[in-house]
């Protein structure tokens, strides 16, 4: 429970702070938009790291984005806090940490953010906040959007995909495609390469064009890479290639999206394209893929199962297997660990939904 509740009150300068992943960014989106129709005239900027900044191009509901520094010595942050220094009327803390939490206090006049638990580690965050939240386990878009309880206006559950105008490689294909992501960040994430080659064989006998996506580092290029010349179909390669605003766009025009649990999935969904999510060790409750255009206050996913809800196929292994989602970075807890129940996630299930999905024949 928070320790107060805020009055209603008329912001003009907004700030929103958040030091997470990709995906987690998208995240804040309903409610950044939230607190856009809440005061259409405020300035509403988002301090964040550099390298989330692609997921937020072109959002409408953004003014600025300001970048934390990168691996500042402690005179920079300082200088850094100073230059933020009471320059919005409210900020807002979406991470419980104690970085987030000092700038949105040291921001504004009147601050927000969430505390950890046991609560006597965070004496000075609710001392200092004007209102706090402790973390539950529901969705990262319902929790973030409890913030709208504090502040008396409503909330509105819609992601705001990038923005950007039609990609050049949208034009140069010419006839129906899926989009493959298949190399996550992180290892304990990833399927395996045999399913990969599987799903391409099965796109190519339903006429649709291959697309490889990924990201930009060499590890993830050269798996993209050497699937592609494994591949039985012809594929296109885009890995390393596009913006996060021209691969949306990307994904926007295609018929369907296969991807494991990561921030480009979490695009996918924002976009409205089916989306057919791999989900391993992560808890579907907390991570999910927010459906299309999902507007109440209730959890869309469970803890466990395969699950549809809108234009999401949440896929997790169906073996009798307890530990599912278990939350942990792999079997072996470290990020470059591999997931039992990734490497038996059924080849066959994926199939099956891509049958019952290209079948439908429409947007859902």
Avoid at 6 to 20: E, G, K, M, S, Y
Avoid at 198 to 216: A, D, K, R, T
Wanted: net charge neutral.
């Amino acid at each position: 429970m928070p320790n107060h509740l805020l009055n209603p009150l008329n912001f003009n300068r907004i700030l929103i702070v958040t030091q997470r992943y990709l995906g987690d960014t998208l995240l804040t989106t309903a409610l950044i938009h939230s607190l856009r129709v809440a005061y259409p005239l405020a300035t509403i900027d988002v301090l964040l790291p550099k390298a989330n900044s692609g997921i937020l191009q072109g959002n409408p509901d953004i003014n600025e984005l300001l970048f934390f520094p990168e691996k500042p010595s402690k005179f920079e942050f300082l200088t850094f806090l100073k230059s933020i220094y009471h320059q919005y009327d409210l900020a807002i803390s979406l991470q419980n940490s104690d970085r987030t939490s000092l700038c949105a206090i040291l921001a504004a006049k009147r601050s927000m953010g969430f505390v950890d638990v046991p609560l006597r580690k965070s004496w000075w965050k609710k001392l200092l906040f004007s209102a706090y939240l402790i973390p539950t386990e529901t969705h990262t878009v319902l929790e973030n959007l409890r913030f709208c309880q504090l502040l008396y206006i409503p909330a509105i559950s819609s992601l705001i995909a990038p923005q950007s105008l039609q990609s050049k490689q949208v034009a140069n294909i010419s006839c129906a495609y899926a989009v493959l992501h298949v190399m996550p960040q992180w290892r304990f994430k990833q399927w395996h390469q045999n399913g990969w080659l599987e799903v391409i064989e099965f796109l190519h006998q339903h006429n649709l064009q291959i697309v490889l996506s990924g990201g930009p580092t060499a590890e993830e290029m050269a798996f993209v890479k050497q699937l592609a010349a494994l591949a039985s179909a012809p594929v296109i390669n885009l890995a390393g290639v596009l913006s996060i605003p021209e691969l949306s766009e990307v994904i926007r025009q295609s018929t369907v999206f296969i991807g494991p649990d990561t921030g480009i999935t979490h695009l996918a969904s924002a976009t409205g394209t089916p989306c057919i999510a791999l989900f391993g060790p992560t808890n579907p409750e907390i991570w999910a893929p927010w459906p299309y255009d999902y507007q109440t206050d209730i959890n869309p996913f469970h803890k466990k199962g395969s699950q549809t809800i809108a234009n999401v196929y949440l896929l997790q292994d169906q073996t009798d297997r307890s530990c599912i989602p278990c939350q942990n970075e792999g079997c072996l807890k470290h990020r470059h660990s591999h997931s039992e129940c990734l490497d038996h996630l059924s080849v066959q299930l994926v199939l099956d939904t891509l049958n019952v999905l290209l079948q439908s024949d429409r947007r859902l």
